[in-house]
């Protein structure tokens, strides 16, 4: 088995450390991630987590595919019996990803976040088991994760839900529905994964989830497949630049906040170095180019809603596209 080419730092695999070297800051990560990055949930964050009412997650199909999908349930349906332990009284609806992908032994991350105090909480593990209504994960890896680019909106309960749960597409490509979703969001989560059976049980493996913010209409939309995102400077762990390194494969999320309605996407994912595009988009650092290989578009998924946004302060210095579709 080859060893990978960062071993003596175990807080990241070979893909992050990559990245971080093709942007020159492999040197000072190797030294914060081993600080940062803990195979345990410190006690803020287990509290952080038993107060949400949803959390992101991502997950692996049998093909290989990342998927990112949401939970929800009223706060406190994140229990942490242990800092290594996380119980879930939730389980995904028959059309997410997630009702696939939800098995013993098999990875998962968990992307709690709270925009309207713009916190987030990364805990990648294994699921152990599933009863009833519930599902319990070994922490493998958890960190926090800065404010940055989160968009600030406050959550709200809608009194009736009718409409749950109406899957209104399933297909290869992206109809109008789903590009109107796409080009007016300013969020989406991102699930990416790492092959699990070359280091199997290292903490250096298996998935992850994340956030992506920017103004609205940050995503562009070419053609009816692809989709092109500006990456911005972030904590420079590059967890899901480093994934996509060594599996070009992701899983986006998009969330509807004002109706619920959900756009899961299945993607081929490619890091793009340098270009016209990237010169484009004042602020980017890299563009990742996403292909589509399958659309799933739920309407009135979620019991949430939220209120209008507040764009995060972050995204000042960053511009727009021009002459996007």
Same mark, same amino acid.
């Given at each position: 088995m080859n060893q990978p080419a960062c071993a003596a730092s175990p807080a990241f695999h070979e893909g992050e450390c990559a990245v971080q070297e093709r942007v020159g800051v492999r040197e000072q990560l190797a030294a914060i991630g081993q600080r940062a990055i803990l195979d345990f949930m410190p006690e803020q964050h287990r509290e952080f987590l038993r107060q949400? =009412?949803? !959390?992101?997650?991502?997950?692996?199909?049998?093909?290989?595919? $990342?998927?990112?999908?949401?939970?929800? *349930?009223? $706060?406190?349906?994140?229990?942490?019996?242990? /800092?290594?332990?996380?119980?879930? #009284?939730?389980?995904?609806?028959?059309?997410? /990803?997630?009702?696939?992908?939800?098995? /013993?032994? &098999?990875?998962?991350?968990?992307?709690?976040?709270? $925009?309207?105090?713009?916190?987030?909480?990364?805990?990648?593990?294994?699921?152990?088991?599933?009863?009833?209504?519930?599902?319990?994960?070994? !922490?493998?890896?958890?960190?926090?994760?800065? $404010? @940055? %680019?989160?968009?600030?909106? &406050?959550?709200? %309960? =809608?009194?009736? *839900?009718?409409?749950?749960? @109406? !899957?209104?597409?399933?297909?290869?490509?992206? *109809?109008?529905?789903?590009? &109107?979703?796409i080009l007016g969001a300013d969020t989406f989560f991102i699930a990416t994964s790492y092959p699990v059976a070359e280091y199997a049980g290292e903490n250096r493996?298996?998935?992850?989830?994340?956030?992506?913010?920017?103004?609205?209409?940050? !995503? #562009?939309?070419?053609? *009816?497949?692809?989709?092109?995102? =500006?990456?911005?400077?972030?904590?420079f762990y590059f967890n899901t630049l480093g994934n996509i390194a060594i599996h070009p494969r992701a899983g986006l999320l998009f969330i509807d906040f004002d109706t619920g309605g959900l756009l899961y996407l299945a993607v081929d994912a490619e890091i793009v170095w340098q270009g016209k595009a990237l010169a484009a988009f004042a602020g980017a650092q890299r563009l990742l180019r996403f292909r589509v290989r399958e659309v799933r578009h739920v309407e009135a998924a979620l019991p949430l809603r939220w209120g209008a946004a507040s764009l995060s302060p972050f995204l000042e210095a960053t511009g727009s596209w021009q002459g996007g579709s």
């Open positions: 949400l =009412p949803f !959390v992101i997650a991502g997950s692996v199909d049998s093909a290989g595919q $990342p998927w990112a999908s949401v939970l929800t *349930n009223p $706060p406190g349906f994140i229990e942490s019996p242990s /800092p290594r332990q996380l119980a879930v #009284r939730a389980l995904p609806q028959a059309f997410d /990803p997630l009702k696939e992908t939800l098995l /013993p032994g &098999k990875p998962i991350a968990l992307l709690g976040i709270e $925009p309207h105090s713009r916190r987030r909480n990364r805990v990648n593990g294994v699921i152990t088991e599933i009863t009833g209504e519930s599902f319990a994960v070994q !922490v493998r890896q958890s960190f926090g994760n800065c $404010p @940055k %680019y989160i968009q600030a909106r &406050k959550l709200q %309960y =809608p009194a009736v *839900n009718n409409a749950a749960g @109406k !899957v209104v597409q399933r297909a290869e490509q992206l *109809n109008e529905a789903a590009k &109107k979703i493996h298996g998935a992850d989830a994340s956030h992506r913010g920017g103004r609205p209409g940050f !995503v #562009r939309v070419e053609g *009816n497949d692809t989709l092109l995102v =500006p990456d911005f400077t972030g904590n």
